[in-house]
C-alpha cells in the first residue's frame, strides 16, 4: 500500500493527474502529491524497520516518528483540498478589462 501510494504521489508531483475519484475536490494537486506521497513513506518506513531491513531504531522514535510523517500528509491533503484555488497574475485578463 505504501508503494502505491507513493506511486500516485509521485504521478501527482510530476504530472498533476489525480485518482479520479479525488479530482472534483482537490484544488492543488502539486500539494495533493506531496501529502500522498508522505502518507506512503510511513507504513513504508515502519515496515522496512520492523522487517529489520533498515538499521534499528527505538521504538519511540518508530513511532513518534512515523505518526508524524501520516499526520503531515493528512494535513497537506486537506489542504490541497480547502485551499482556493490560485489565481495566475502573470497572465492579462482574458476580458481585456
Not at 524497520?49 to 533498515?54: A, K
Not at 538499521?55 to 518508530?62: F, G, K, T
Not at 513511532?63 to 500528509?73: K, M, P, T, V, Y
Not at 480547502?82 to 478589462?97: E, I, K, M
Request: net charge positive; glycine share 12%; charged share 10%.
Amino acid at each position: 500500500m505504501g508503494l502505491l501510494a507513493i506511486a500516485l504521489g509521485i504521478v501527482a508531483l510530476r504530472t498533476g493527474w489525480i485518482l479520479p475519484t479525488a479530482r472534483r475536490h482537490v484544488t492543488r494537486p502539486k500539494l495533493h502529491g506531496l501529502g500522498v506521497l508522505l502518507m506512503g513513506a510511513s507504513p513504508l518506513l515502519q515496515s522496512l524497520f520492523y522487517f529489520r531491513i533498515l538499521p534499528s531504531v527505538s521504538w519511540d522514535v518508530r513511532f513518534f516518528g512515523g505518526n508524524a510523517i501520516l499526520l503531515a500528509g493528512l494535513l497537506l491533503i486537506a489542504l490541497s483540498q480547502l485551499l482556493p484555488l490560485r489565481r495566475n497574475l502573470g497572465h492579462a485578463d482574458p476580458s481585456g478589462a
